[in-house]
């Protein structure tokens, strides 16, 4: 059973960088057809898409965030992570990490719990 | 790129069954078989309930089920109980890049 953790400081201040760390078990992020991605959840709102990452390194952003977004692998921990620059309030969010399966379908098969990340002064 | 068109909330009582709907358009859950459907409880990790429109992945209940008619996908529930009590969000494919799949808006979904 594979199981996605999320990991990374509840606050974070305003202007800074918020990181965000998945670590994945139960299965590798190297295996070939998975993209390994990041979704939030602002508070009382929809998902959002934040971007993904395919095992060979390859990233897509979603086009309103990406001039702040990285999202890299640690392949020698099993992990994924995310890194968001210049936050602001308006980057208060559940944060997820989810496993988007692109094996003949596409679809967010595993997700970690979420993590809360509010910014502020 | 707008999200898919959820109802805010839908309600029922227990051992009813309800539809929530999931409209987009032709370039995303008209035009593709690739719409998936998840369940969200406060505090616990989303699931996946639906795939591929009328898929369920092992282990969830029979009682959901998924279908769709032209730009409208919808998840219907069966004999309801008070664990369905969620929110509920679609998801598609679309045709757009790079953000290939988009989100539903959501709904909350409550068991009276």
């Known amino acids: 059973q594979v199981q996605l953790q999320e990991s990374g400081p509840g606050l974070v201040k305003t202007s800074q960088t918020l990181s965000l760390t998945c670590t994945v078990s139960?299965?590798?992020?190297?295996?070939?057809?998975?993209?390994w991605s990041w979704i939030r959840q602002h508070p009382g709102k929809g998902l959002e898409w934040i971007g993904s990452?395919?095992?060979?390194?390859?990233?897509y952003y979603n086009p309103s965030l990406k001039s702040r977004v990285t999202i890299s692998l640690d392949t020698s921990n099993n992990q994924f992570s995310l890194k968001l620059t210049s936050v602001a309030a308006a980057d208060t969010a559940v944060y997820y990490c989810?496993?988007?399966?692109?094996?003949?379908?596409?679809?967010?098969?595993?997700w970690g719990q979420g993590t809360l990340v509010t910014v502020s002064s | 790129q707008s999200a898919l068109t959820q109802p805010a909330s839908v309600s029922g009582s227990p051992g009813q069954s309800i539809t929530i709907s999931c409209t987009g358009t032709s370039s995303d859950v008209g035009g593709y078989n690739y719409v998936s459907w998840y369940q969200l409880h406060p505090g616990k990790a989303p699931k996946l309930m639906i795939y591929e429109v009328t898929n369920r992945p092992s282990g969830v209940s029979n009682r959901f089920s998924g279908s769709k008619s032209g730009n409208t996908a919808s998840l219907s529930i069966s004999g309801l109980q008070a664990e369905d009590e969620a929110d509920y969000y679609c998801s598609s494919y679309t045709n757009s890049s790079p953000l290939d799949v988009i989100f539903g808006g959501g709904t909350k979904l409550t068991v009276l």
């Open positions: 990452i395919y095992y060979n390194g390859r990233t």
């Open positions: 139960g299965g590798s992020i190297s295996s070939v057809g998975y993209y």
């Open positions: 989810a496993r988007d399966d692109r094996r003949g379908t596409i679809s967010f098969d595993y």
